[in-house]
T-cell receptor, first 113, second 109 residues
Framework: KAGVTQTPRYLIKTRGQQVTLSCSPISGHRSVSWYQQTPGQGLQFLFEYFSETQRNKGNFPGRFSGRQFSNSRSEMNVSTLELGDSALYLC????????????FGSGTRLTVV | EDKVVQSPLSLVVHEGDTVTLNCSYEVTNFRSLLWYKQEKKAPTFLFMLTSSGIEKKSGRLSSILDKKELFSILNITATQTGDSAVYLCAVTSGSRLTFGEGTQLTVNP
């Protein structure tokens, strides 16, 4: 059974640009959530999608957005990149929203220069 | 605001030692507490705890939850160098996970 797949693995962008990250959940999983991990802040919740609907959103500015498609694949977009957006972005999937353990992907390492 | 606090933040032990990692939390609408192990990138799932006093075990790892005192512990017995990792505690509240800072465990041979 394939795990959670995130692409790309690494990304370098310049300030002011925008970026789109992709996450393919485990087959059959309908909940996808996104997290930002930095050395100073740890893992912080960005948002969660369930059946194409955003169910919950963390305390991040509007530059961070996401969506989920009918096949449960999800994308997150960050516009007007700032240096502080450099982080490991992790996606996690679950069969049900918050009712079982979440399986994480290997993440996308974003570096903003 | 939901809060999860782990202690210690860092721990260095020798192979064969037993370690106890702590996690306390303050969250609204608590659903479950999860433990993850993170070695490089993807945190890997260890346990999910929903009920107080029921120990979950997997090999040398075990965990228990106290919902009255709002904490959980993760025990690792007979540690091995392969146990070296960051151990993350997270609490689900609604549909979000709130993570603690993690405990960096280093097991020396």
């Amino acid at each position: 059974k394939a795990g959670v797949t995130q692409t790309p693995r690494y990304l370098i962008k310049t300030r002011g640009q925008q970026v789109t990250l992709s996450c393919s959940p485990i087959s059959g999983h309908r909940s996808v959530s996104w997290y930002q991990q930095t050395p100073g802040q740890g893992l912080q919740f960005l948002f969660e999608y369930f059946s194409e609907t955003q169910r919950n959103k963390g305390n991040f500015p509007g530059r961070f957005s996401g969506r989920q498609f009918s096949n449960s694949r999800s994308e997150m977009n960050v516009s007007t990149l700032e240096l502080g957006d450099s982080a490991l972005y992790l996606c996690a999937s679950s069969p049900w929203s918050s009712r079982s353990g979440y399986t994480f992907g290997s993440g996308t390492r974003l570096t903003v220069v | 605001e939901d809060k999860v606090v782990q202690s210690p933040l860092s721990l260095v032990v020798h192979e064969g030692d037993t370690v106890t990692l702590n996690c306390s939390y303050e969250v609204t609408n608590f659903r479950s507490l999860l433990w993850y192990k993170q070695e490089k990138k993807a945190p890997t799932f260890l346990f999910m705890l929903t009920s107080s006093g029921i120990e979950k075990k997997s090999g040398r790892l075990s965990s228990i939850l106290d919902k009255k005192e709002l904490f959980s512990i993760l025990n690792i017995t007979a540690t091995q160098t392969g146990d070296s990792a960051v151990y993350l505690c997270a609490v689900t509240s609604g549909s979000r996970l709130t993570f603690g800072e993690g405990t960096q465990l280093t097991v020396n041979p």
